[in-house]
């Protein structure tokens, strides 16, 4: 007689389902990236999604070259600022500094964040980086959400961004010229670009073996309850395995979508304002640059959300994807 088979109920690619340690996403990849020296890494806000109108780009698509409706994700980008850059050497113990220099008159808003040295040799310190071999350049950049109204929060993020390039010490030149300036979203991609989304998701709280896995429903008869899981597994092993559907934390996990394409993107709001009418759900009028993206990405409206060059998108695209009309519309509900 045949083995009874069924695939199993929740993935173990996601695995532990754990909450993030911090609602900001940490990147530990980054591509090998363009010869010349380039920002690889930027982040935004997600205010909200509504949809488009536009011409399918997609070269294997059934409705290629037509008009179709996608939905659209609408994140704002206020510049970042550059605090800081870092030299990555390696040792016997993996990666370590090398050598690190900031800014000379740090942002006002980053003493919120982390205690600002007041005695700090600025001159000695970019000479040393410079001097330095090592082997990776990253920018240490942070937010500034005073410039946003949609976030409730006021105290900047900072986090690393690495420069690519095949030149170590052009890159080292290029991250020291941008010290203490600000990066714009147009410095890290153009529109059409295919970006990877780094966030952390809605978190959901503990729930159930059927909401959490989406087990089935125990018949009508099953005695006791409905909503669990028949076995909790076989007598030996003498204890219950990770791969056994149960309850716990759902939502708020750091997750990683490849390849999404900025649809457009707007670095004044004042020429070409979006307000959808009642305004978007949980979030506040668009103040600085923003973009468009094609699909869904992780997280809450006001998450913070990072992007990356992408790691895995090989294909070709045309350069500009033909947005005609973008949904103003009440995203209230009915």
Known sequence: MARRHKPRRGSLGFWPRKRAIRPVARLRSWPAGAAKPHVQGFAGYKVGMTHAFLVDYRKRSTTAGQEVSVPVTVVET??????????????????FVAAEAWAEEPDAHLSRRLPVPEKFDHAENRKKLSSTDGEDVH???????????GTPSKTPEIFEVRVSGE?????????????GKEVAL????????????????????????TK??????????????????GTLGPHNPSYVTYRIPQAGQMGYHRRTE???????IVKDPRAEPLRVAGGFPHYGEIRASYLLLHGSIPGPAKRIIRLRVPMRFTGSLPEKVDVRYLSTASKQGS
């Open 139 to 149: 920018l240490l950049v942070m937010t500034q959400p005073h410039l946003l109204t």
């Open 212 to 229: 959490r896995f989406g087990v089935k429903l125990q018949p009508r008869k099953n005695s006791k309850h409905r909503r669990m899981i």
């Open 78 to 95: 206020p510049p970042l600022k550059v605090a800081g850059v870092r030299l990555y050497a390696r040792g016997s113990n993996g990666r």
């Open 258 to 264: 490849y390849n999404k394409r900025i649809l457009k």
């Open 186 to 209: 147009t410095d890290f991609a153009k529109e059409g670009d295919m970006v990877d989304i780094i966030a952390v998701t809605k978190g959901k709280g503990f729930q159930g073996h």
């Open 167 to 179: 030149d170590l010490t052009e890159r080292k030149d290029f991250a020291l010229g941008l010290l």
